[in-house]
């Protein structure tokens, strides 16, 4: 009988997980719907994270009750991985070697806003040199905190910086594209969503590469230890599929419309737990780090996209720092080249993957050496 315990435990663990994504749901998809009756850009992810965070935070008895479970997450971003791929064809990737200028720019930025934010908060802020780059670093969240758990005792104040970055990053882009493209362009941009392929018209045969690419290329990536396997896995192995023309898949409604309530249903759950009177102090600071790398972003951004023949929205895009899956996300939504993007930020983040182990030993040693 002592076997059975932890299947009983992992099985109370899912149908609390379910409840809390029954919950998060039917949140998401109802203020999903408002937004889109309102004519807001990307309805359901501005609704998903809106709603959730607004009565999550409204109703602390509700918060336990609210989230998105890590097993639920990872095959809504195994499929994202392989719907990013299918943009790198071979006219995309033939074009790929122009956009070193911007690249460029982009990783220049990304130093300079990293350095800015972390002497802001070292000195003036007296932040600990390490709490202070890990909440400073524009990018790699998950694995910014799973460091800052093992190297800070403040994780936390490391999660609510990288949480308010994003949440600026989902807030400020859909608004931007009614500001600068207009009504019109919001319109085109939800009829776009409504448009997309259903799940029910894809051929069996590309509905099983679907599924194929995204767990074949989780499990390809687990074996050469890729970071961000259950990502890079798929977007790999669905870029060679799409570039040697194997298979060409569309992008499908459902799994978008999926992929919105999930995200965004997650980082509104996350916000509405963060405790404001507890963590005034922090949220300040992260709130004024937020505006500075995204300010920064913004100007290079608009420079670059004067110069080139790249609109604002679309330079803003492959520019700012608002978490891989997201951004990705507003892209499928708006229609933009997501190749381009997907180039940019998939160079930004591995720049920051190299860094953070990096200078999280640079930072131990010194710490060491201080001590003694």
């Given at each position: 009988?002592?076997?059975?315990?932890p299947?009983?435990?992992?099985?109370?663990?899912?149908k609390?997980d379910?409840?809390?994504?029954?919950?998060?749901?039917?949140?998401?998809?109802?203020?999903?719907?408002?937004f889109?009756?309102l004519?807001?850009?990307?309805?359901?992810?501005?609704?998903?994270?809106f709603?959730?965070?607004?009565?999550?935070?409204?109703l602390?008895?509700?918060?336990?009750?609210?989230?998105v479970?890590?097993?639920?997450?990872?095959?809504?971003?195994?499929?994202?991985?392989?719907?990013?791929?299918?943009?790198?064809?071979?006219s995309?990737?033939?074009?790929a070697?122009?956009?070193?200028?911007?690249?460029?720019?982009?990783?220049?930025v990304?130093?300079?806003?990293?350095?800015?934010g972390?002497i802001v908060?070292?000195?003036?802020r007296g932040?600990?040199?390490?709490?202070?780059?890990?909440?400073?670093?524009?990018?790699?969240?998950?694995?910014?905190?799973?460091?800052?758990?093992?190297?800070?005792e403040?994780?936390?104040?490391?999660?609510?910086?990288?949480?308010?970055?994003v949440?600026?990053?989902f807030?400020?882009?859909?608004l931007?594209?009614g500001?600068?493209?207009?009504?019109?362009?919001?319109?085109?941009?939800?009829?776009?969503?409504?448009?997309?392929?259903s799940?029910?018209?894809?051929p069996?045969?590309e509905?099983?590469?679907?599924?194929?690419?995204?767990?074949?290329?989780?499990?390809l990536?687990?074996?050469?230890?890729?970071?961000?396997?259950?990502l890079?896995g798929?977007?790999a192995?669905?870029?060679i599929?799409?570039?040697?023309?194997?298979?060409?898949?569309?992008?499908?409604?459902?799994?978008?419309?999926?992929?919105?309530?999930?995200?965004?249903?997650?980082?509104?759950?996350?916000?509405?737990?963060?405790?404001?009177r507890?963590?005034?102090v922090?949220?300040?600071?992260a709130?004024?780090?937020?505006?500075?790398?995204?300010?920064?972003?913004f100007i290079?951004?608009?420079a670059?996209?004067?110069?080139?023949?790249?609109?604002?929205?679309?330079?803003?895009?492959?520019?700012?720092?608002?978490?891989?899956?997201e951004?990705?996300?507003?892209?499928?939504?708006?229609?933009?080249?997501i190749?381009?993007?997907?180039?940019h930020h998939?160079?930004?983040i591995?720049l920051?993957?190299?860094?953070?182990p990096?200078?999280?030993?640079?930072?131990s040693?010194?710490?060491?050496?201080?001590?003694?």
């Amino acid at each position: 009988m002592a076997p059975a315990q932890p299947v009983a435990t992992r099985l109370d663990g899912i149908k609390r997980d379910l409840g809390r994504l029954g919950v998060t749901f039917a949140l998401a998809v109802v203020t999903g719907v408002i937004f889109l009756k309102l004519g807001a850009p990307a309805p359901f992810l501005m609704g998903s994270l809106f709603g959730v965070w607004m009565v999550g935070a409204s109703l602390p008895k509700l918060q336990p009750h609210l989230g998105v479970a890590r097993w639920f997450h990872i095959p809504v971003v195994l499929g994202l991985g392989v719907l990013i791929g299918s943009t790198f064809t071979t006219s995309a990737l033939a074009h790929a070697l122009n956009w070193w200028p911007t690249v460029v720019a982009m990783i220049l930025v990304t130093i300079a806003v990293t350095a800015l934010g972390y002497i802001v908060l070292t000195r003036g802020r007296g932040y600990d040199p390490m709490l202070a780059f890990f909440c400073a670093i524009p990018g790699g969240q998950a694995e910014a905190i799973v460091l800052a758990r093992d190297h800070v005792e403040k994780d936390y104040v490391v999660a609510l910086f990288h949480l308010i970055r994003v949440a600026f990053v989902f807030l400020s882009t859909p608004l931007l594209l009614g500001f600068v493209e207009g009504t019109a362009a919001v319109a085109d941009s939800n009829a776009k969503l409504a448009n997309m392929p259903s799940l029910l018209d894809l051929p069996q045969r590309e509905l099983g590469l679907f599924i194929a690419m995204a767990i074949g290329g989780y499990l390809l990536a687990r074996v050469c230890r890729l970071p961000l396997p259950h990502l890079f896995g798929p977007v790999a192995v669905s870029t060679i599929a799409h570039a040697a023309g194997v298979v060409a898949l569309p992008r499908i409604y459902e799994f978008v419309m999926l992929a919105q309530l999930s995200i965004g249903g997650a980082v509104g759950a996350r916000l509405a737990q963060v405790q404001f009177r507890e963590l005034v102090v922090y949220l300040r600071d992260a709130t004024i780090n937020t505006v500075m790398i995204l300010s920064l972003y913004f100007i290079a951004a608009l420079a670059i996209a004067a110069m080139t023949d790249r609109g604002i929205l679309q330079m803003w895009l492959a520019f700012v720092p608002g978490g891989l899956y997201e951004v990705t996300l507003l892209t499928l939504i708006f229609g933009f080249d997501i190749a381009y993007v997907a180039v940019h930020h998939t160079i930004r983040i591995m720049l920051i993957f190299i860094s953070m182990p990096v200078m999280a030993r640079s930072f131990s040693h010194r710490s060491r050496s201080t001590t003694e």
